[in-house]
């Protein structure tokens, strides 16, 4: 498979570039995997890029975009951060992979079992990674169902948290940036969440 070109990136609306990341994690999923010639990409794509997709994930060794959605170089703008959180720099990275590279697709993707989430349930301080923490708090607020044994060793309260942070997160990105809030309502792009089940390499969209 060839890296995209600038007329393959500008032929994708968001609604096939979601389906791409689909089809690349049933793949992932059923262990097959699209033949790709990487240092034919490496030649393909030393002149320019045209990712199709940014996805801002967690850091957690067991979720890179690209090998989850079964994809190559060049094909997404991958941002990575301890509980796939949002800040000014990251809302800046997003702006230039939609506006300047012509990504038509972002995902805020989370996952299961998710160390940051399971640190801000707990209540976790160290060092920097407690302003980083408190940042899932509005997440864990959010969270009304549980009642009880509101922590990290709680896997419904903690997967009812994740997905809020997703949510939430996705909400932030659209009310932060206005330039992003813009090429969405012209329908230049999608701003979606989803979630990666660290148990079975599923990952589900929420549209």
Not at 37 to 61: K, M
Not at 120 to 146: R, W
């Amino acid at each position: 498979m060839r890296a995209h070109t600038k007329e393959t990136q500008e032929g994708l609306t968001p609604e096939l570039a979601l389906a791409i990341l689909k089809e690349g994690n049933a793949r992932f999923v059923n262990n097959i995997k699209t033949h790709r010639n990487l240092l034919q990409q490496v030649n393909e794509t030393s002149a320019g890029q045209f990712p199709f997709a940014a996805i801002l994930s967690c850091i957690d060794s067991r979720t890179s975009a690209e090998l989850i959605f079964d994809q190559g170089l060049g094909d997404i703008l991958s941002i990575r951060i301890a509980g796939n959180i949002l800040n000014d720099d990251i809302l800046g990275s997003m702006e230039l992979a939609c506006k300047i590279a012509g990504s038509k697709l972002i995902v805020v993707l989370g996952h299961t079992k998710c160390g940051a989430i399971e640190g801000a349930c707990n209540n976790v301080t160290l060092g920097n990674l407690t302003s980083l923490l408190n940042k899932i708090k509005p997440a864990i607020n959010q969270e009304t169902f549980t009642l009880v044994d509101r922590n990290g060793n709680n896997p419904a309260f903690m997967y009812n948290v994740t997905v809020n942070n997703v949510l939430l997160t996705v909400k932030k990105i659209k009310e932060q940036s206005s330039i992003l809030s813009e090429m969405m309502e012209s329908k230049e792009i999608k701003i979606i969440g989803g979630l990666h089940d660290i148990d079975t390499g599923q990952v589900v969209f929420y549209e």
